[in-house]
């Protein structure tokens, strides 16, 4: 695909299939991944490739738990709204199947700063992760960038024997799409950027 439409129709995928993903196009997409800038070039990321039905069972059971609970007192109103409730249904349904998504990628990085998990942290994973999901998109598999799991992480690290020392950043699902892609909405760019100064607009061509 051309590298600008690959973008342009790469958005959350939350609706997949439990048909299998093979481990060639998991290897690519890990490939894209690790070839994002990260701050120093730590490149202080490990990334879990999940299969196993059990695990995914116990953490499709956590993350169903973290949903309910972060996103279950709004649930009424979010689906009085027409596009939050698209939203919503298309989260609550992933909340619902994560154990049938055929393969959860957990990126994870070593907290080297002491700090935790904050801005700058996550600046040194995040766009391997952007990266992993845009060759998703380029290979026609569906993925969404997911972080309750975070609500259960002790279970998470217990379960998959992470070291106390790598933070878990993103639960990324990865299968083929029941739906299909397309460009979603989104505001111009024109409404959101200023130049040189906050405030200040330009157009195009101007």
Same mark, same amino acid.
């Given at each position: 695909?051309?590298f600008?439409?690959?973008?342009?129709?790469?958005?959350?995928?939350?609706r997949?299939k439990?048909?299998?993903?093979?481990?060639?196009?998991?290897?690519?997409?890990?490939?894209?991944?690790?070839?994002?800038?990260?701050? @120093?070039n730590?490149?202080?990321?490990?990334f879990?490739?999940?299969?196993?039905r059990?695990?995914k069972? *116990?953490?499709?059971?956590w993350y169903?738990?973290?949903?309910?609970?972060?996103?279950?007192?709004?649930?009424?109103a979010m689906?009085?709204?027409?596009?939050?409730g698209?939203?919503?249904?298309?989260a609550?349904?992933?909340a619902n199947h994560?154990?049938?998504?055929?393969?959860?990628i957990?990126?994870?990085?070593?907290?080297?700063? @002491?700090f @935790?998990?904050?801005?700058?942290h996550?600046a040194?994973i995040?766009?391997?992760?952007?990266?992993?999901?845009l060759?998703?998109?380029a290979?026609?598999?569906?993925?969404?960038l997911?972080?309750?799991?975070r609500?259960?992480?002790q279970?998470?690290?217990?379960?998959?024997?992470?070291p106390?020392?790598?933070?878990?950043?993103?639960?990324?699902?990865?299968?083929?799409?029941?739906g299909r892609f397309g460009?979603p909405?989104?505001?111009?760019?024109? *409404?959101?950027?200023?130049?040189?100064?906050w405030?200040e607009? *330009?157009?195009r061509g101007?």
């Amino acid at each position: 695909m051309d590298f600008f439409d690959v973008i342009r129709t790469q958005r959350a995928m939350r609706r997949l299939k439990p048909d299998p993903v093979s481990d060639e196009d998991l290897w690519t997409i890990l490939d894209a991944a690790i070839h994002a800038p990260s701050g @120093g070039n730590t490149q202080g990321w490990n990334f879990v490739v999940i299969r196993d039905r059990a695990v995914k069972e *116990k953490i499709g059971a956590w993350y169903l738990e973290a949903w309910d609970r972060a996103y279950g007192p709004r649930r009424d109103a979010m689906l009085e709204d027409a596009q939050a409730g698209r939203m919503f249904r298309s989260a609550d349904y992933l909340a619902n199947h994560l154990a049938d998504v055929p393969a959860l990628i957990l990126a994870t990085l070593q907290n080297r700063t @002491g700090f @935790g998990a904050d801005v700058s942290h996550g600046a040194s994973i995040y766009p391997a992760v952007q990266n992993l999901m845009l060759a998703a998109r380029a290979l026609g598999l569906g993925t969404t960038l997911t972080t309750l799991h975070r609500l259960h992480e002790q279970d998470v690290r217990e379960l998959l024997g992470i070291p106390a020392d790598v933070d878990t950043m993103a639960l990324i699902p990865v299968g083929h799409p029941r739906g299909r892609f397309g460009e979603p909405q989104r505001v111009p760019a024109e *409404k959101v950027t200023y130049w040189d100064r906050w405030g200040e607009r *330009k157009t195009r061509g101007g």
